[in-house]
């Protein structure tokens, strides 16, 4: 609670003393609200200033019971997950991230390091052999690590947003201790299945199925451009247990590789995030007993739509990180590259386009923070998803493309990372919903 002095000081009134129920428009903010910020002398200084503006920022209103707080600065324990992820990088990743992306080839050993730091499973409880760290930890270091390698980015968040987390809130106690464990711990990989050649941002148009025989279903099917699939070892399926119900008719299924029927088909040649790995997956009358099903039946679709919430927020924190590592090199080069007599960072048109790539960066930052804290506070988070993701996807097209451009030849060359993080950053605007279904996400929830 603010002391009375304080907000009379601001030049507040309206509800008494405690600021906690005031609603300001972020223009109106008094500065001395901001973390850091400068305060001014004739202020008294708040005990906690940064914890002072506390807002609905899901619906505005005041007065509401599950207020978020909004702090910008990171609590300890996620600037410790970010640092262990930086660090690794730094070790791990940077040396090495252009090898990987020119030989297509996945780092299976940059991997185990990824595990031994116990980054593998960052926001799955301790219980089920994760960190136990919230999604704000989790995105800050799938940016830290998109920035060393988009493609052990994406392995990253499909494995922990797509597959560890939907087990985690609709598994049974027997699916999370046999599936959910050895995927946290990075002992093994997981893969979403959904995607099928003629079912893209139409899910519910899909063609494979699941046949009640007895005790077991009996899955057909043939999924497309599967993330992780040919390193995976758990499959999340779905598939149509009931046509007549359309999108309600479908289910999830946990699939393990080595079931019979389960076969790898083709490996796709990407035009970016190259060190991963997708491929065709084919269910050939794969014989699954009835207690694989995650949740229950025709549960399906909204099992993939959340996994698909909090898979959003982790490509948008991908996407910070292809823009981030586009501005930082476009920084440095633009202050030692001289053409007419002086660093080409003296020239106007580049100082904007560099302040147009930080302003940007920001901004989305925030917006996959925000999405990130209200999945935390366990609030619906599916436009917030969306938003953050639309907006850090263009961001990292526009940043690759700028730093690209500000590198000029060089940057075309495969001798510098700009035109993996051009060929990167394209990607994150079309996988886990193109941008057109991100801007459909929003406006349903606005209509
Ligand atoms: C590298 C990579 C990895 C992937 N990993 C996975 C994975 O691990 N698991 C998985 O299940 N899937 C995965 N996908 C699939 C991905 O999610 C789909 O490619 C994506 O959702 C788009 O589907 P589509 O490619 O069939 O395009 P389509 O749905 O055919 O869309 C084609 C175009 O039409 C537009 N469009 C379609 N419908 C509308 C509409 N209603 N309004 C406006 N515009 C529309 C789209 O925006 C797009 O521009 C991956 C894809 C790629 C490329």
Redesign the pocket.
């Known amino acids: 609670m603010a002391s009375p002095e304080f907000v009379k000081k601001l030049g507040i009134s309206g509800c008494g003393a405690d600021l906690s129920c005031l609603v300001f428009p972020i223009s109106q903010m008094p500065l001395a609200f901001f973390p850091g910020h400068f305060i001014p002398k004739n202020l008294t200084t708040p005990p906690r200033p940064q914890r002072l503006y506390t807002a609905n920022v899901l619906t505005g209103r005041s007065g509401e019971r599950q207020a978020i707080t909004m702090d910008f600065s990171p609590s300890k324990n996620q600037e410790q997950v970010k640092r262990k992820a930086r660090r690794f990088v730094e070790e791990h990743v940077l040396p090495k991230a252009d090898k990987w992306d020119k030989t297509n080839k996945f780092p299976m050993d940059a991997w185990r390091e990824l595990a031994k730091a116990g980054l593998t499973g960052i926001p799955i409880p301790r219980k089920y052999g994760g960190g136990g760290h919230d999604v704000v930890s989790y995105v800050l270091a799938v940016e830290e690590i998109s920035k060393g390698s988009a493609a052990l980015g994406?392995t990253l968040a499909?494995h922990t947003s797509?597959v560890s987390q939907p087990l985690l809130w609709f598994g049974n106690e027997q699916q999370k201790m046999h599936y959910l464990r050895p995927l946290a711990q990075g002992r093994q990989f997981g893969?979403?299945?959904?995607?099928e050649?003629v079912?893209?941002?139409?899910v519910a148009s899909m063609e494979s199925k699941a046949t009640l025989k007895g005790d077991h279903y009996i899955i057909k099917g043939r999924?497309?451009?599967?993330?992780?699939?040919p390193l995976a070892s758990t499959y999340l399926v779905?598939a149509m247990t009931d046509r007549s119900m359309a999108h309600r008719g479908i289910s999830c299924f946990v699939v393990e590789r080595d079931m019979p029927g389960v076969k790898i088909g083709k490996i796709?040649d990407?035009m970016?995030?190259r060190s991963?790995l997708?491929s065709e997956v084919i269910f050939d009358d794969v014989r699954v007993p009835a207690e694989s099903m995650l949740g229950r039946a025709g549960d399906g679709f909204k099992i993939a739509m959340e996994a698909l919430d909090c898979g959003r927020i982790s490509i948008a924190a991908q996407a910070c990180g292809i823009a981030q590592a586009s501005l930082d090199a476009a920084i440095q080069y633009s202050k030692t590259r001289v053409q007419f007599g002086r660093p080409i960072a003296d020239q106007q048109a580049l100082r904007w386009m560099i302040a147009d790539m930080a302003t940007d960066i920001e901004a989305a930052r925030l917006l996959t923070h925000k999405a990130a804290r209200i999945t935390d506070i366990g609030k619906r988070h599916t436009k917030e998803a969306a938003m953050a993701k639309l907006f850090a996807a263009s961001t990292a097209v526009e940043a690759a493309r700028k730093a690209l451009q500000i590198h000029g030849g060089y940057g075309y060359m495969t001798d510098l990372p700009l035109e993996r993080y051009y060929r990167d950053a394209k990607?994150t605007e079309?996988?886990?919903?193109?941008?057109?279904?991100q801007?459909?996400v929003i406006s349903n929830d606005l209509l």
């Open positions: 994406v499909v797509l893969s979403f299945c959904l995607t050649p079912a893209g941002s139409d999924k497309y451009f599967i993330m992780n699939a779905f796709f990407k970016g995030i991963s997708a990607i079309i996988y886990e919903g193109t941008s057109e279904i801007r459909l």
